[in-house]
């Protein structure tokens, strides 16, 4: 099937999209800086409102996509993600995390990360107190620690009985999920004066081999920045997109004069080429420029995207049309 273009894209859009009442005077004060967050899933709506604040409040973009992203973290309900996100096979939650700041061209990552609820903000410090851009596992975690963070016990009762289930089930999937566990909050962020910030954090797939790292932690795949051109940011199937460098390249596409919208087709378009299961797997991305212009596009119908829109001094949740239809 023929991708759909960019005009039946963005009206698709505008049709789903459903206002959700997150006007506040902060809000309204962040948006005459015509600051604009993009984020992926429906708890990218709260991870924007807070953003919105915390710009509001005088705190940079970095800071704002941080906080935006913490709030999701912290959520126990949000199964995917920090708290109360599921583990791997072992019955261990491992967090990924990375951000990155378009002027300074730095991003910090944080891979296969134990008992700190957190990781965009150790990712944040590894990217600002270290000359490293990514730190894994147990280093990970003692570098957290020395940085003051808490380790806790990510486990919730909900993952703990999900682990439970899916381990004593005979015919256990093994390494993949359903479509209900595999999420990934990825913000993208432009303050109105030319800055751009990506930032992603995931516990990735549930049940993993203890050690998988996919594309949400990668600088380039799970998110990227440039003031130049734009953000991007990636939720999916990390394991086949990180073979794509997606974010990278629709960065790269904006870098060339595209809109945000045609980079996130053509990102769907090069994957389509050789990409497994593409009428069934899940391929999502979002972007935005500097101007504060967006783009979002998963590659089918089966497993849409919803992402979070947040700029006027209100957010939206809005679904994207997709690639293939
Ligand atoms: N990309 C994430 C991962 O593969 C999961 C997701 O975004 O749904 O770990």
Same mark, same amino acid.
């Given at each position: ?8 894209? #963005? %009206?698709?859009?505008a049709?789903? &999209? ?5 006007a506040?005077?902060?809000? /309204? ?5 015509g ?10 709506? @709260? ?5 919105? +604040? *915390? ?9 704002? *996509? ?6 999701? +973290? ?6 995917? *993600?920090? $708290?109360?996100?599921?583990?791997? &096979?072992?019955? +261990?939650?491992e #967090?990924?995390?990375g951000i990155?700041?378009?002027?300074? @061209? ?20 590894v990217?600002?107190?270290t000359?490293?851009?990514? #730190? ?7 570098? %957290?620690?020395a ?13 703990l009985?999900?682990? #439970? ?16 566990? @595999? ?12 800055? *751009?910030?990506a ?7 549930a ?12 600088v380039?795949?799970? $998110? ?6 734009? &953000? ?22 904006? %870098? ?5 919208? +045609? %980079?996130?087709?053509e990102?769907?378009?090069?994957? &389509?080429?050789? /990409? ?30 919803? $992402? /979070? ?17």
């Amino acid at each position: 099937m023929e991708p759909i273009d960019r005009r039946t894209f #963005l %009206a698709a859009g505008a049709a789903t &999209a459903a206002s959700l009442g997150t006007a506040s005077p902060a809000a /309204a004060k962040a948006d005459k800086s015509g600051a604009v967050f993009l984020s992926t899933w429906k708890w990218g709506v @709260h991870a924007n409102t807070r953003a919105a +604040e *915390v710009l509001d409040g005088g705190g940079s973009l970095l800071d704002a *996509v941080e906080k935006g992203i913490n709030v999701v +973290e912290d959520d126990p309900n949000v199964m995917t *993600v920090g $708290y109360g996100g599921l583990p791997n &096979a072992q019955g +261990e939650v491992e #967090l990924d995390a990375g951000i990155m700041d378009g002027t300074t @061209h730095r991003a910090g990552s944080i891979c296969n990360l134990h008992k700190i609820k957190n990781p965009i903000s150790v990712a944040r410090l590894v990217m600002e107190r270290t000359r490293h851009t990514t #730190l894994a596992g147990e280093g990970a975690l003692q570098f %957290a620690i020395a940085m003051g963070f808490a380790p806790m016990q990510l486990l919730t009762p909900k993952s703990l009985e999900a682990w #439970l289930k899916w381990r004593s089930t005979p015919d256990r999937k093994s390494f993949w999920i359903d479509g209900e566990h @595999h999420d990934t909050i990825g913000m993208v962020a432009a303050d109105g004066e030319g800055k *751009v910030v990506a930032g992603c954090s995931t516990s990735g797939l549930a049940w993993k081999i203890p050690g998988r790292v996919a594309d949400s932690p990668l600088v380039g795949c799970g $998110y990227y920045a440039d003031d130049a051109a734009g &953000a991007a940011s990636a939720t999916g199937d990390g394991d086949v997109m990180t073979n794509y460098c997606t974010s990278a390249f629709i960065v790269q596409q904006m %870098a060339r004069g595209a809109h945000p919208q +045609e %980079a996130c087709e053509e990102c769907m378009r090069m994957m &389509a080429r050789s /990409a497994p299961d593409i009428h069934t797997d899940m391929y999502c991305v979002i972007a935005i420029n500097p101007r504060g212009e967006i783009g979002a596009a998963s590659m089918n119908s089966k497993q849409p995207l919803q $992402y /979070a829109h947040w700029r006027g001094g209100s957010g939206t949740l809005e679904t994207a049309a997709a690639f293939l239809g």
